[in-house]
């Protein structure tokens, strides 16, 4: 597949009221000619209650069902609930077969929240799961979410969000 064909999906638990980091990053990358879908309402409720298998068949019927290759999940709250959160997500995405390895669309998984549950992600999730931080330029915000430097336009270079 080549990267014009690259679909990133984006979901935000309800629960979370900080949208600027993940609204931001997906209007970087629409201006870079990525297709970008953000999870409504009724994904974010689902995420919220990751817990119940039924809310977490909802969340992955939504990522099979758009055929997101490039999943991010953004969290500004509690450190040990985003790990959970990503743990429940991870293994219903391997139970429902939508990684890539196994076949499905899902390649990456990024996470993007506060520093201290950044690290807590990295060493939990080593290899797993990329995190982002929201103090990076734009550049280097898309070079994170590997967009090809050249599909990059040059008022996006220098900006930083």
Known sequence: MSNMNIKYGFIKPAIDAHT???????ELLKECGYEVILAD???E???NEYKYE?????????IASNKIQKLGL???LDEHD?????GYLIEELKRSKL????????ETIYFGGLPITCQAVEREFKGIIET?????SSRATLLSLRAPEDRIPKELQQRIW
């Open 99 to 106: 990684m890539k390895f196994q076949g499905g669309h899902v």
């Open 20 to 26: 600027m980091g993940i609204v931001s990053v997906s």
């Open 54 to 62: 039924a809310r977490r068949k909802v969340v992955a019927s939504w």
């Open 132 to 136: 982002a931080d929201a103090g990076e």
């Open 82 to 86: 985003a790990i959970n959160m990503l």
């Open 41 to 43: 309402d009724d994904i």
């Open 74 to 76: 953004s969290y500004r």
């Open 45 to 47: 409720k689902a995420i």
